[in-house]
Every structure is written in structure tokens, then in C-alpha cells.
């Protein structure tokens, strides 16, 4: 295997860095948070099934992530942000939600 180059190297580090700064950007109400723990569970039913992952955090806060299991695919259905604190889910922001097909 060849070498890289510093030029090449440099260009390499770059793209890493810029495509690390959009990710961050994407949820910024979780970046920087202090991770609680975090719980996952699959149902299981005729032809697929759900996946829930939630992501607790020290603040009493959560992000949440629904995906449908059909084959091939993992689609996602919701993604939400919400506050737990008070022991009443409160939805702070939605940032996907696929509907159910008609």
C-alpha cells in the first residue's frame, strides 16, 4: 500500500473535520450532553417489526428514534427530542416523522 502524501493527508483531514462539523450540527440540542444510559427493544410481527432506541441524559432529557424493519430495509418513522424531567414526556422537538400509508 502506497504512502500518502502530507498534501493528500492534509486534504484527507480536512474533509473529516468539515464532515464532523455538519454532523454535530445536525441534533444540536444533544451535542455536548452527558449520556445517562440508553435503552433499545424490537417487536417483532407479520412480515417486519419496530426498532426503538432512546439516548437518556443527566438532565432529565431524551432522544428518541423509531425505525420500521422491512425487508431489506431500515426505515426511519420518528425522531424526537423530548423532556423527561418532570416524569412526563414533553416533546421539545420533532425531527422526523413519517406517517403511516393510507
Known amino acids: 500500500m502506497p504512502k500518502i502524501s502530507l498534501k493528500e493527508r492534509k486534504k484527507l ?13 445536525k441534533y444540536p440540542e444533544i451535542h455536548g450532553k452527558k449520556l445517562d444510559y440508553v435503552t433499545h427493544s424490537f417487536e417483532d ?8 432506541i ?14 420500521s ?5 431500515i426505515v426511519p418513522r420518528c425522531i424526537e427530542y423530548g423532556d423527561m424531567s418532570t416524569g412526563d414526556y414533553k416533546n421539545i422537538r420533532t425531527y422526523y416523522y413519517r406517517g403511516e400509508k393510507r
Open 13 to 25: 483531514d480536512l474533509f473529516h473535520e468539515q464532515r464532523k462539523a455538519k454532523l454535530r450540527k
Open 45 to 52: 410481527n407479520d412480515g417486519g417489526g419496530w426498532l426503538y
Open 54 to 67: 432512546n439516548l437518556y441524559f443527566t438532565d432529565g432529557t431524551n432522544f428518541s428514534m423509531d425505525f
Open 69 to 73: 424493519m422491512n425487508n431489506p430495509a
